[in-house]
T-cell receptor, first 113, second 111 residues
Framework: EAQVTQNPRYLITVTGKKLTVTCSQN?????MSWYRQDPGLGLRQIYY???????DKGDVPEGYKVSRKEKRNFPLILESPSPNQTSLYFC????????????FGSGTQLSVL | DAKTTQPPSMDCAEGRAANLPCNHS???????VYWYRQIHSQGPQYIIH???NNETNEMASLIITEDRKSSTLILPHATLRDTAVYYC????????????FGKGTRLSVIA
């Protein structure tokens, strides 16, 4: 089944403890992206990747890192999480870019205490 | 900022057509209209998109006015599972201008 898989679904951590949220897609998509969703602010793009080894900042990249070493994986790294990064995170992918249908993962609810 | 205006909420009886309006009066000639929906904190789901002609797929129909300043998403026979927040988005069909999800319309399908 074609899908975007995020893990974990829920994560509670403490300030400053490095964490990684994984994202994997099985559709051979070139484009992958991370969004965060906060009440009243909608979905905002954090980082995106047009292809392997090509990443770029979205609207809210501060405090996050990404890597794209393989086509299928696009992990989101929080080196030193802070409470303002408590949010619902979504990974998404599409065949080539945003002009095409975006497939979203099921989301990761992160709480930073 | 979102370039679209949608009503915050709508109700629809199960089995009836749900017509969700969207205003995009400042749309540019190269911008498409996209519709996504999000069911209770799940990942958004693509529904349909179009430029100026009406479009139909297995999920919905998209009607775009001739001046392209507004559009309507039609779910022909709404079911309880269609209860969701529906987002209307305009953006060019190329490049990486991010999808800007506004507040959307919360559609409640009622039995």
């Amino acid at each position: 089944e074609a899908q975007v898989t995020q893990n974990p679904r829920y994560l509670i951590t403490v300030t400053g403890k490095k964490l990684t949220v994984t994202c994997s897609q099985n559709m051979n998509h070139e484009y992958m992206s991370w969004y965060r969703q906060d009440p009243g602010l909608g979905l905002r793009q954090i980082y995106y990747s047009m292809n392997v080894e090509v990443t770029d900042k979205g609207d809210v990249p501060e405090g996050y890192k990404v890597s794209r070493k393989e086509k299928r994986n696009f992990p989101l790294i929080l080196e030193s999480p802070s409470p303002n990064q408590t949010s619902l995170y979504f990974c998404a992918s599409s065949l080539r870019g945003l002009g095409e249908k975006l497939f979203f993962g099921s989301g990761t609810q992160l709480s930073v205490l | 900022d979102a370039k679209t205006t949608q009503p915050p909420s709508m109700d629809c009886a199960e089995g009836r057509a749900a017509n969700l309006p969207c205003n995009h009066s400042t749309i540019s000639g190269n911008e498409y209209v996209y519709w996504y929906r999000q069911i209770h904190s799940q990942g958004p789901q693509y529904i349909i998109h179009g430029l100026k002609n009406n479009e139909t797929n297995e999920m919905a129909s998209l009607i775009i006015t001739e001046d392209r300043k507004s559009s309507t998403l039609i779910l022909p026979h709404a079911t309880l599972r269609d209860t969701a927040v529906y987002y209307c988005i305009v953006r060019p069909n190329s490049g990486n201008t991010p999808l800007v999800f506004g507040k959307g319309t919360r559609l409640s399908v009622i039995a």
